[in-house]
């Protein structure tokens, strides 16, 4: 298992919990994202196969495309990223914690907290899209058993909750997405699109004062 004991109350900057599955059955995970200043390097730390690399290179990119909506700063990018999955020894693999990955990179390069009650899990692809992932049942049931008190899941593995208990289905309210900016927008609510939305104001004004000093 990749941890015994996981916190998954209050809320911190560039954590997100995923669910993953084990041959021992489903478990949490945490996503932990930093920003490094003077360094360009991505780090991806914790015992990651190569599905997991890519996942996290996916989410970044699409973190990139999206800078200007979510209010990250570009210059962010030319600093360094640091991502990284507790309980290094264990190896970790699978394309399952795209969406727990991106949101933390979003949550970290935005400065924006993400609540841990909220657990996620589902691959990506580099133009968003959430695609099914396997395990369903046994991830919910790490979900239950933790206390994570909402879940986003694939809209494609909605079918899957047929398999799981009555008593879990009543406890954890449940999102099912098609596309990261639903993922997003579940997460974060409308305090990162608030920050977007300043973001393109403050460029919009610098750019007509700027203008202005150009025709005096």
Not at 104 to 124: D, H
Not at 169 to 188: G, M, N, P, R, T
Not at 195 to 212: A, E, P, T
Request: aromatic share 6%; hydrophobic share 40%.
């Amino acid at each position: 298992l990749f941890s015994e004991f996981e916190d998954v109350k209050g809320e911190f900057i560039g954590v997100a919990t995923g669910l993953a599955w084990t041959p021992y059955g489903g478990d949490i995970i945490k996503i932990e994202t930093s920003v490094v200043p003077q360094d360009s390097s991505i780090n991806l730390t914790g015992s990651l196969g190569e599905v997991m690399k890519e996942s996290a290179r996916a989410a970044l990119t699409y973190a990139k495309v999206n800078a200007q909506k979510f209010g990250i700063d570009q210059r962010k990018f030319k600093m360094g990223l640091h991502i990284h999955v507790p309980e290094g020894a264990v190896p970790k693999d699978g394309p399952s914690a795209g969406i727990a990955i991106c949101i933390s990179i979003i949550s970290a390069l935005s400065s924006v907290p993400v609540r841990q009650s909220i657990a996620m899990t589902g691959e990506i692809t580099l133009r968003g899209k959430i695609l099914p992932v396997g395990g369903i049942r046994e991830k919910l049931l790490a979900a239950y058993r933790y206390g994570v008190e909402e879940v986003i899941l694939p809209k494609q593995n909605q079918k899957d909750l047929e398999k799981v208990p009555d008593e879990v289905k009543q406890k954890i309210k449940f999102y099912f997405v098609e596309h990261l900016d639903e993922a997003v927008s579940i997460v974060f609510g409308s305090n990162i699109l608030k920050k977007g939305r300043k973001s393109k104001s403050l460029k919009s004004s610098s750019k007509k004062q700027s203008k202005k000093k150009n025709e005096t």
